[in-house]
């Protein structure tokens, strides 16, 4: 059979290509990809095969000059192979390894969803919580991490984490959420305050069901800065309240964190409402479910947002 060379320039010659085309096929009996094929196929293609595939050849070699000269092409983060098929020449797109990573960390993103906290909550990371007297938080927070995985439809208790401003309470919620979601798992983490705030906005656009079915029904629910605002009888019975009741019943994991004690949030935040009126009971109904979802855990150390 004639080298690729030959039936190219046949080619060339029998047809009026353009210029680009003829640099195009010229760089085709150049390629060096091109020629390793052709060589371990050439008992299976003849010269009509190799013609008929000359389109193919084009698509091949351009699609790899626009990556060598950093264009963007028809199918951004694939690479082109040659194939053979019932004697015909194809060009096959196969996902590189740099684009396979990035959508691997775009779905590893997507499994949390952050409502009204910092974007650097994102990329917090277990590795990066320093114990420094926080061990038995860090110790906790792996536990859960290492025995959800084991059995992810068993109920597993939260963490209710008290503590100082800029202890690293947020960080490590978001940094076990990060961790599951690596392995799959999907988590919301919600600014408590600023979810409150929404819940109020939602009232005039009808909304309410749907904002708080969006969160109650969460398979891991995170509940930061809870008692940092002050609370409505409304948004503590009907919304809260319910949001914990599902989840007490559904047995969902649940995670808070807060700067208040527990006896702090029952006492000063979920007691006495907006107008200063006291309703104890209902404070205790909503700290029977908290409890019931999460143990708490006083996080100490210096503030290390300044």
Known sequence: MESLSQILAEQLKDNKWGPRYQKLITAAERDPDVVEFLKQHQGELTKDDIIRSASKLYEFVNFKSQLAAGEKTFMPGYY????????????????????????????????????????????????????DGREEILDAALRFFQEF????????????????????KTYLLGALANALAEKG????????PSFAVKMKSSISSNSTGELIDSVKKAPLLMLDDIGADQMSSWFRDDVLGVILQYRMQEELPTFFSSNLSLQQLEEEYLTVNSRGEAEPLKAKRIMERLRFLADDYHVVGRNRRN
């Not at 499994?111 to 320093?130: D, F, G, H, M, Q």
């Not at 995985?149 to 690293?168: A, C, D, N, R, T």
């Not at 798992?185 to 408590?192: A, E, G, I, P």
């Open 149 to 168: 995985q084991k059995s992810p439809h068993e109920f597993h208790k939260g963490m209710y984490l008290e503590g100082s401003f800029g202890v690293g």
């Open 185 to 192: 798992y999907s988590t919301t983490l919600v600014h408590f």
């Open 80 to 131: 082109p192979y040659l194939t053979l098929s019932n004697h015909h020449i194809e060009v096959t797109y196969t996902p590189t390894k740099e684009f396979v990573a990035k959508q691997k960390q775009k779905e590893i993103k997507q499994r949390v969803k952050v409502i009204s906290l910092p974007k650097s909550i994102r990329n917090a990371e277990l590795s990066e919580y320093t114990p």
